[in-house]
C-alpha cells in the first residue's frame, strides 16, 4: 500500500525534507515535516510504502504549479530534495527519452538515477545483518570502498548544485542520501533504538518520534568551543550526525526491518592545490569570469529574488555581478537589503556608496535597541547552534521575504581567498585552539592533542567523526594545511553555511552562494598562497579581480570586518556587560567545559539558550518564551 498526501499550508516559513527507513510511518514523517514548515510555507506533502515514508515541506521557487514533492517516477522511485540544480537545462538535454513531467530541477535527480541504475534482474530480498558500530548499524561492505553506495557516484557527479535529498528505489529497496560537494544544503540522520532510520533537514524534527531523546554531544560541544565550529559530521546532538558533504550514503532493510547501513561514498572532494605563478593582467579577469558564471547560475528563479548586501568586498562584487548579469539576461534587476545598529555603522555606509555607484534600489534598516533581547531566543531556537553574535540575521532576513523568495549572499570568499584575520596569524590561532582544548577537562580534548584512540567515541564509516587526528599543531601549521583542513572537516559547512541556511529559511528565504560555484571554486583553489595573504594584506586576487568591476575603488581596497560584531558591535557589548556575571555562574554548570566558557561569555549565553530551547522538556514547546525566562527556566 503506498499513497501520497496533502496537507494544508500554514503561515510558516522555508524547504525541508524529512523522511523514515523502517514502518514507513506517514503520521509520524507529517508530524516531523510539519515542525518544518519554517522552511516551507507553501505546502506540507509526505509519501510512503511498507518500509519508507518521505515527507517535505516547500519553498516554491522553480515551477511553481508542478512541482511538488514527494515526487515518482516511473522507474518506481520517489524523492524529496531541498536545494536546486543549477545544470538542470543541459541534464533535460542529454535525457530526451525520459518521461519528463514537470519543469523543476527535482526531477533531473530523478532522471540522471534512471538514466545509470537498472532494475534488478530478481526481487532483492532484505539486506545482510547488520551490526551496530557506534551510532549505526552497518553491514560489513559499508565499509569496503565505499560499498553498495559506490555505484551511485558516476551518475550523482552529474549533478551541479547545492542539495540535501533522500531518494527511495522501490525496486532495490534502497534508500539513498545525498549532500553537495560543500554542505551548502543540511542534511542530518539519527538511528533509534528500534533499528528505525530518521533523516531530515534540521534536528528539531527528530523529537516527534517517541524513541529519540535529545541530549547534548558534550564530545561535539568541546570541539565547537575549541575550534569555533563542529567538526567532521558532529552536530551538538547525542546520537545525531550528518551526511558528510560531497557523499552519498545508500540504506537498507534487513530481515528484521532494521535500517543498515550499506555503503558510504566520497564522490567530490576539493583540494587547495596552489598554482606557482600567477598574472593579474589576465588570470584576474578569468578568476571574475568564474564568479560571474556563478550568479548568473544563482539567478534561476520563477520568484522575485535580492541580494544581502553587508558592504563587504564580497556581497558589494555579488550584487555588482548580478546587476551586470540580469541586464544582460534581460531578467529583473536584483534589489539590495542591509542592516546595521545605526547609519553611521561603516558597513551601513559601504553599502549605501555601492548602490550608489551602481545605481541599484537599496532597503535598510536599523537594528532596534532590544533587538538582541527580542531575537536571540529566535536565533538560538532555528540555529541549533551557541553564536549570537549573528543576531542581526534575523530581522534582515524577516525583512528580505517579505519581498524575495531568494537571496544571494557572499559567503565562502573568505574560506577560498583567504580572508579571515587567522590566516594572517596562524601561530596565534594555533595556540588559540590548543590553549582550549588544553583548558577543557573532557577526554575527547585530550585525545586530539595526544592523537590516541579513545574509547566510547563513534569513530569511522558512518559515525559523526571521521578521525581525531584534529591536533591543531598539525593541521594549522602553514596557510595550504590550514585551508585544507577547513575544507575537509567542516568549518564552512558546520559554521556560516549552516548559520545561513537555518537563519534565512526560519522565514521562507533560499539564500545561494556564488563564490561557492563549481568553476569559482576550481580556480579559487588554484590560487597561490601569496595571492590570498601577504603579509597584512588579505584576498589579493580576488580584489584584482574586483577592480575590474565597476565597484568604488575604497570598496575593493576595504577590509575584512567580522559580520556579527561589525554590524551590531554596540547592542552586542551591551548585552555581554549585562549577562556577563550570569554567564560565569551558567558557565559552572558544565564542569567539562567551565574553563572554555569562562573566556568565552557569549558562548556560555549560546549554550545557556541552547540547553533551555534544545534540551529541556526533550526541546519541545518552548520556542516562543521571552529571553530571561529562557535563560532562567533551564533546571
Wanted: net charge negative; aromatic share 6%; proline share 6%.
Amino acid at each position: 500500500m503506498q499513497g501520497l498526501k496533502a496537507g494544508a499550508c500554514s503561515n510558516a516559513t522555508m524547504c525541508g525534507i524529512t523522511g523514515s527507513l523502517g514502518g514507513g510511518d506517514a503520521d509520524l514523517v507529517r508530524r516531523m515535516a510539519t515542525s518544518l514548515e519554517h522552511r516551507g510555507p507553501d505546502g506540507v506533502r509526505t509519501w510512503e510504502d511498507d518500509d519508507c515514508a518521505l515527507g517535505h515541506s516547500r519553498l516554491s521557487i522553480v515551477d511553481l504549479a508542478l512541482s511538488n514533492q514527494p515526487i515518482g517516477s516511473e522507474h518506481g522511485c520517489w524523492l524529496v530534495q531541498n536545494g536546486e540544480i543549477y545544470n538542470q537545462t543541459s541534464l533535460r538535454a542529454a535525457e530526451e527519452a525520459y518521461p519528463w513531467r514537470t519543469q523543476g530541477d527535482a526531477e533531473t535527480i530523478l532522471a540522471a538515477h534512471a538514466a545509470t541504475i537498472s532494475a534488478p534482474t530478481t526481487p532483492p530480498g532484505p539486506a545482510s545483518k547488520g551490526v551496530r558500530v557506534g551510532w549505526v548499524n552497518r553491514t560489513g561492505r559499508a565499509a569496503e570502498a565505499g560499498g553498495e553506495a559506490a555505484r551511485h557516484v558516476d551518475w550523482v557527479q552529474r549533478l551541479d548544485g547545492i542539495w540535501g535529498f533522500a531518494l527511495w528505489d522501490s525496486r532495490h529497496r534502497e534508500l539513498i542520501l545525498c549532500r553537495d560537494p560543500l554542505g551548502v544544503k543540511p542534511l542530518l540522520r539519527t538511528q533509534t533504538d528500534d533499528g528505525s532510520l530518521l533523516f531530515a533537514s534540521e534536528a528539531k524534527a527528530f523529537r516527534h518520534h517517541p524513541g529519540y531523546t535529545s541530549v547534548m554531544d558534550e564530545a561535539a560541544m568541546v570541539v565547537r568551543l575549541a575550534y569555533e565550529y563542529p567538526l567532521d559530521e558532529t552536530s551538538l546532538f547525542a546520537g545525531v550526525a550528518q551526511v558528510r558533504p560531497g557523499t552519498v550514503e545508500t540504506w537498507r532493510l534487513d530481515e528484521s526491518g532494521t535500517a543498515v547501513l550499506t555503503g558510504v561514498a566520497r564522490y567530490s572532494r576539493d583540494e587547495v592545490n596552489p598554482a606557482a605563478n600567477w598574472n593579474a593582467d589576465d588570470d584576474a579577469a578569468r578568476l571574475l569570469d568564474s564568479l560571474c558564471e556563478s550568479v548568473e547560475d544563482r539567478l534561476m528563479s520563477d520568484v522575485p529574488l535580492g541580494i544581502i548586501l553587508s558592504g563587504g568586498l564580497d556581497s558589494s562584487m555579488i550584487a555588482g555581478l548580478a546587476h551586470r548579469a540580469a541586464k544582460a539576461a534581460g531578467k529583473p534587476v536584483p534589489e539590495c537589503w542591509t542592516i546595521a545598529e545605526s547609519e553611521d555603522n561603516p558597513d551601513y555606509r559601504a553599502a549605501e556608496d555601492v548602490v550608489a555607484s551602481l545605481d541599484l534600489a537599496h532597503h535598510t534598516s536599523t537594528l532596534e535597541e532590544d533587538s538582541f533581547w527580542k531575537c536571540l531566543p529566535s536565533l538560538a531556537w532555528h540555529g541549533e547552534d551557541l553564536d549570537i553574535s549573528v543576531l542581526f540575521f534575523q530581522p534582515l532576513f524577516k525583512q528580505m521575504a517579505q519581498d524575495v523568495k531568494v537571496g544571494l549572499c557572499g559567503q565562502g570568499a573568505d574560506e577560498l581567498h583567504g580572508g579571515y584575520p587567522r590566516y594572517r596569524e596562524l601561530a596565534a590561532h594555533r595556540e588559540l585552539v590548543r590553549g582550549r582544548l588544553m583548558s577543557s577537562r573532557h577526554p575527547v580534548a585530550d585525545a586530539m592533542l595526544d592523537t590516541e584512540p579513545l574509547e566510547g567515541v563513534p569513530v569511522g564509516v558512518g559515525q559523526p567523526w571521521r578521525t581525531l587526528n584534529h591536533n591543531p599543531d598539525n593541521h594549522f601549521s602553514d596557510l595550504k594545511s590550514t585551508l585544507q583542513f577547513e575544507l575537509d572537516h567542516g568549518q564552512l559547512s558546520n559554521f556560516q553555511l549552516r548559520l545561513v541556511d537555518r537563519h534565512s529559511m526560519a522565514h521562507g528565504l533560499e539564500v545561494r552562494v556564488p563564490f561557492l560555484g563549481t568553476a569559482h571554486r576550481k580556480m579559487a583553489n588554484t590560487l597561490p598562497l601569496d595571492w590570498r595573504v601577504r603579509g597584512r594584506d588579505e584576498k589579493l586576487a580576488l580584489r584584482a579581480a574586483a577592480a575590474l568591476t565597476d565597484l568604488p575603488p575604497d570598496i575593493v581596497s576595504r577590509p575584512k570586518l567580522p559580520a556579527g560584531t561589525a554590524t551590531s558591535p554596540t547592542l552586542l557589548a551591551e548585552l555581554l556587560a549585562e549577562l556577563r556575571p550570569r554567564a560565569q555562574e551558567w558557565a559552572s554548570r558544565t564542569p567539562r567545559l567551565e574553563r572554555i566558557l569562562r573566556k568565552q561569555p557569549d558562548m556560555a549565553i549560546g549554550l545557556r539558550l541552547f540547553e533551555s530551547l534544545h534540551l529541556v522538556d526533550g526541546g519541545l514547546g518552548r520556542e516562543g518564551k521571552d529571553l530571561m525566562t529562557l535563560l532562567e527556566d533551564v533546571d
